[in-house]
């Protein structure tokens, strides 16, 4: 079965730092970008960081340009998202998913799979 499970989010102080994880199972890892998007309370889901499985770029979005870092160990099938400096807008339900187009892209329609989400709270 095809699956992805994200996990690794909980409640942290501002400032303080955060380790996503990203499994995933039943692909070739190396065929998909993994893009890593977060959804908060009342607002659209958006794409946070990426990983391309083409060229091995990276992508981040403003808001966490500097702070979040995104890695992977081909070996555990996994991503990771190293967050810092946290800061209590980056509270959100955060997601990773998996395109098989294999280059970035901040598209939710293109992504073919999804993980269940992980929550992280993040308090003033």
């Known amino acids: 079965e095809v699956q992805l499970q994200a996990s690794g989010g909980g409640l942290v102080q501002a400032g303080g730092s955060l380790r996503l994880s990203c499994a995933g199972s039943g692909f070739i890892f190396g065929d998909y970008a993994i893009t890593w998007f977060r959804q908060a309370p009342g607002k659209e889901r958006e794409a946070v960081s990426c990983?391309?499985?083409?060229?091995?770029?990276?992508s981040y979005a403003d808001a966490v340009k500097g702070r979040f870092t995104i890695s992977s160990d081909a070996a555990k099938n996994t991503v990771y998202l190293q967050m810092n400096t946290l800061k209590p807008e980056d509270t959100a339900v955060y997601y990773c998913?998996?395109?098989?187009?294999?280059?970035?892209?901040?598209?939710?329609?293109?992504?073919?799979?999804w993980g269940q989400g992980t929550q992280v709270t993040v308090s003033s």
């Open positions: 990983l391309s499985s083409y060229d091995g770029d990276t």
């Open positions: 998913a998996a395109d098989p187009w294999g280059s970035c892209s901040d598209s939710i329609a293109t992504q073919a799979y």
